[in-house]
């Protein structure tokens, strides 16, 4: 399979701490995508970065893609209750509009 | 605003019924995806689309058939619902070489 793993599976922390997520691929990619997902509902993108680049900011989300290691980190500063959700990652797969998405990272951002 | 919509959240069926799920996008878009999510297994693609009456298989296309008779919806088919088939089902679109999908709302399947 070429799915991709995100590490950690849960990550449980306090409103105002960093919340860092990863993940690792396992095919060449020309970009890498992370979305949020509330539960019971359906995914929503957050941002996407190129194989490119090496850091991409939006608002409280950093993204760092190291294409050498095939991973990808997810940083989200001064996190929120309202954080509080599953963030997959996902990679293209070649040629072709499909993605290939991660397992998944399970954020509890308590207040 | 951008929308995907699928016609159930919440679906009771029992084995053996055929089942249909539908999903409508309004922009527009070529590309139409279905997937399922299961714990600790992710989005697994079962069947998508790139255009009209065009149809490929994803990862998992066993027992489920797809229909794509207009651009914006793309129909997924349990033929003879199964209980290994109850999942929460998830449409998407996105634009050619726009690489960010958009996805409906989910629609949560129990199979009994």
């Known amino acids: 399979s070429q799915q991709g793993e995100e590490d950690p599976q849960a990550l449980s922390i306090q409103e105002g ?3 860092t997520m990863n993940c690792s691929y396992k095919t060449s990619i020309n970009n890498l995508q992370w979305y949020r997902q509330n539960s019971g509902r359906g995914l929503v993108h957050l941002i ?3 194989s490119n680049e090496r850091e991409k900011h939006s608002g409280r989300l950093r993204v760092t893609l190291d294409t050498s290691k095939k991973s990808s980190s997810l940083l989200i500063t001064a996190s929120r209750a309202a954080d509080t959700a599953s963030y997959f990652c996902a990679t293209d797969a ?3 509009d499909k993605l290939i998405f991660g397992t998944g990272t399970r954020l509890q951002v308590f207040p | 605003d951008v929308k995907v919509t699928q016609s159930s959240r919440y679906l009771v069926k029992r084995t053996g019924e055929k089942v249909f799920l539908e ?4 922009m527009d878009h070529e590309n139409m995806f279905w997937y399922r999510q299961d714990p600790g297994l ?3 693609l079962i069947y998508f689309s790139y255009d009209v009456k065009m149809k490929e298989k ?4 066993e027992g489920y058939s797809v229909s794509r008779e207009k ?4 129909s997924l088919i349990l033929e003879s619902a199964s209980t290994n088939q109850t999942s929460m089902y998830l449409c998407a679109s996105s634009s050619p070489n726009r690489e960010t999908q958009y996805f409906g709302p989910g629609t949560r399947l129990l199979v009994l």
């Open chain 2, 58 to 61: 994803g990862d998992i296309p």
């Open chain 1, 94 to 96: 070649g040629n072709t």
């Open chain 2, 71 to 74: 651009k914006e919806r793309f």
């Open chain 2, 23 to 26: 999903c409508v996008q309004d």
């Open chain 1, 48 to 50: 996407l970065i190129r």
């Open chain 2, 42 to 44: 992710g989005l697994r």
């Open chain 1, 17 to 19: 701490e960093n919340a």
